[in-house]
Nanobody
Framework: VQLQASGGGLVQAGGSLRLSCAAS????????IGWFRQAPGKEREFVAA????????YYADSVKGRLTIARGNAKSTVYLQMNSLKPDDTAVYYC???????????????????WGQGTQVTVSS
């Protein structure tokens, strides 16, 4: 199983980025996908998640209204559209796959079985 996160980069405050999470080796359509981030010296924190069918989305309070998570129409890809970025959004962003039998909250990293390698997002002030 592989999850590939991409799309990170350097952007000025107020700018936008779109992150992608591509999966292989698993039945992508039955997994929920979450995005987490980790800034230097801080714990990994939940950012957003989308249910396996795409009908339910979940966001951290700090990103509501600025970030949007969505599934691609045909491919095994989930996108995280990031608008109105702030310096506090600077972190390594990870995507992760949550199996349908997980009893853990969407917000908890322990509920996710597979993780991508991360992509760096840097927002300059």
């Amino acid at each position: 199983v592989q999850l590939q996160a991409s799309g990170g980069g350097l952007v000025q405050a107020g700018g936008s980025l779109r992150l992608s999470c591509a999966a292989s080796g698993l039945t992508f359509s039955v997994y929920a996908i979450g995005w987490f981030r980790q800034a230097p010296g801080k714990e990994r924190e939940f950012v957003a998640a989308i249910s396996w069918g795409g009908g339910n989305t979940y966001y951290a309070d700090s990103v509501k209204g600025r970030l949007t998570i969505a599934r691609g129409n045909a491919k095994s890809t989930v996108y995280l559209q990031m608008n109105s970025l702030k310096p506090d959004d600077t972190a390594v962003y990870y995507c992760a796959a949550r199996p349908p039998y997980s009893g853990s909250s969407y917000y908890a990293p322990t509920g996710y079985d597979y993780w991508g390698q991360g992509t760096q997002v840097t927002v300059s002030s």
